[in-house]
């Protein structure tokens, strides 16, 4: 609904912004000619404009003359090089919206005009599938309808919810860099049962239907983890020896710290 009519902006085509574009098109939230692209190299802008038909430049004021809203898709470390760079063509019409890691709302807001609508969120690679899970965070200046127009651009990508900036550190850590971690699981598991002779495509593709499967038990039971854990630990069982062998090698503690470090990281590239 709020996507009606508005024309999308990225700055930013690499990873995360491709996804996006992609998550977009392929989810029919926005035709790609309502998608304006900007990016120093030409490579992947070129390959977008051929697959999807979304429209591209390497000026960055291009994307912002044309569109509503703007996602900036740009690495933390350059962020503050772009926004300068920017904003004299940023007005207050323009609603923006900010995926880099780490770099808060009023570190955005001081670099752009007195009055910019921002939003800040944390999305995921998932996007590319549309099972992202983002967080949403408005700025100072940003009104009911801009977190609602955030909201519904990336539920499309998945699932999108309102959090307090204080905690997108957090976010990062967990759902921003998860999918590495979950990526990680899946190839150890495989790697398990080829070990013990399965073929492995066969293994990757039971490994990466059983996590897809737990997870959704989760989201729809709405059940404690711990509780759907235990629904498949028998007594004495194949699963509880595994289970006890997760937890020897302290599986727990590695992903907690992994959630942690991340998060850290996340507010290191924040200042």
């Known amino acids: 609904m709020y996507l009606d009519n508005k024309k999308l902006g990225f700055i930013g085509t690499g990873k995360m912004g491709e996804s996006l574009i992609r998550g977009l098109v392929d989810a029919k939230a926005i035709d790609g000619s309502n998608i304006y692209a900007s990016d120093v190299y030409e490579v992947t802008l070129n390959i977008l404009h051929q697959e999807l038909g979304i429209n591209i430049s390497t000026e960055n ?9 703007i996602i900036l898709a740009v690495k933390p470390q350059i962020l503050k090089n772009v926004l300068r760079s920017i904003r004299e063509h940023v007005t207050n019409d323009k609603l923006i919206i900010s995926i880099a890691a780490g770099v808060n709302i009023g570190t955005i807001e001081n670099e752009l005009n007195e009055g910019t609508r921002v939003v800040r969120i944390m999305p995921n690679i998932a996007a590319t599938v549309a099972e992202a899970a983002s967080a949403v965070s408005p ?7 801009d977190a609602e127009v955030a909201l519904e651009i990336f539920g ?13 550190d957090a976010v990062t850590g967990l759902s921003g860099s998860g999918p590495a971690y979950i990526f990680l699981i899946i190839e150890a598991m495989a790697d398990g049962a080829v ?14 239907q059983t996590v897809l499967g737990a997870a959704k038990m989760v989201l729809e039971t709405k059940k404690h983890p711990g509780i759907l854990k235990d629904m498949v630990t028998s007594p004495a069982g194949t699963t509880i020896r595994g289970v006890h062998t997760l937890e020897e090698s302290g599986v727990r503690s590695a992903f907690m710290n992994a959630v942690i470090e991340s998060s850290k990281r996340s507010k290191e590239l924040g200042n």
Do not use: C, F, K, P
């Not at 004021?61 to 809203?69: F, G, K, L, P």
């Not at 700025?139 to 309808?145: M, R, T």
């Not at 499309?156 to 997108?168: D, I, R, Y």
């Open 61 to 69: 004021r291009d994307v912002i003359a044309n569109s509503d809203v």
């Open 195 to 208: 070990y013990e002779g399965l073929d492995r495509q066969s293994a990757l593709t039971l490994a990466a």
């Open 139 to 145: 700025g100072n200046n940003a009104s009911v309808d």
């Open 156 to 168: 499309n990508l998945g699932t999108a919810t309102l959090v307090a900036e204080h905690l997108m």
